[in-house]
């Protein structure tokens, strides 16, 4: 499997909702991320797992909650969310962390979420 | 941090044409240089890459070359087709840094 998937493709929720998003993927990367991008920007970076550990916290706001039950599963929870989080949520996995050379980093589809 | 700029923003360019897209980085130790091709509603694919220690890389009609000194990266499209036509976004990640830092993309289109 070379692929990073994610569930589910759509999501719409209230502001009082609770979801999750769900990425996996089965190359044996050990390093996962989550990227937020709004219409005709690019990715923009929330979270970095680097062996199931959080590496990187861009500053996101607590309602956005990640989670890396195992290598291959990353979760990203989803609590009081306001309509400007609307945008589309990307999952990319790398084999590792850091600058070394083959570290391509591979994206999901995406989720499309609408905050209503 | 590292600061990238990317353009033209937008592109239009004749089927059969070529196309060139220009990014300028800001951190001397960037060392790997990603391009991504994102069509409509769908995931930023990687397309093709470069390292710090190679000026150019070809694979088929897509090319890449990397100035380290003037700090700018190009990507070169050959014999365009319809079906290249997307947003591009070139990417700079630095050594020992674990963060891609991507340009602002340019949208390619394609006119038949």
């Known amino acids: 499997d070379t692929e990073v998937t994610q569930t589910p493709k759509h999501l719409v929720m209230g502001m009082t909702n609770k979801k999750s998003l769900k990425c996996e993927q089965h190359m044996g990367h050990r390093a996962m991320y989550w990227y937020k991008q709004k219409a005709k920007k690019p990715p923009e970076l929330m979270f970095v797992?680097?062996?199931?550990?959080?590496?990187i916290n861009e500053s996101v706001p607590s309602r956005f909650s990640p989670e890396c039950p195992n290598s291959s599963l990353l979760n990203l929870h989803l609590h009081a969310l306001q309509p400007e989080d609307s945008a589309l949520y990307l999952c990319?996995?790398?084999?590792?962390?850091?600058?070394?050379?083959?570290?391509?980093?591979?994206f999901g589809p995406g989720t499309r979420l609408t905050v209503l | 941090g590292e600061n990238v700029e990317q353009h033209p923003s937008t592109l239009s360019v004749q089927e059969g044409d070529s196309a060139v897209i220009k990014c300028t980085y800001s951190?001397?130790?960037?060392?790997?240089f990603p391009w991504y091709k994102q069509e409509l509603g769908k995931r930023p694919q990687l397309i093709i890459d470069?390292?710090?220690?190679?000026g150019e890389k070809k694979d088929q009609r897509i090319a890449v070359t990397l100035n380290k000194t003037a700090k700018h990266f190009s990507l070169h499209i050959t014999e365009t087709q319809p079906e290249d036509s997307a947003v591009y976004f070139c990417?700079?990640?630095?050594?020992?840094?674990?963060?891609?830092?991507f340009g602002t993309g340019t949208r390619l289109t394609i006119i038949p």
């Open positions: 990417a700079a990640r630095g050594s020992g840094n674990e963060k891609l830092t």
């Open positions: 470069i390292r710090s220690n190679v």
């Open positions: 990319a996995s790398s084999p590792r962390l850091g600058g070394s050379t083959y570290n391509e980093q591979f």
């Open positions: 951190d001397s130790a960037s060392n790997y």
């Open positions: 797992y680097s062996y199931e550990k959080l590496s």
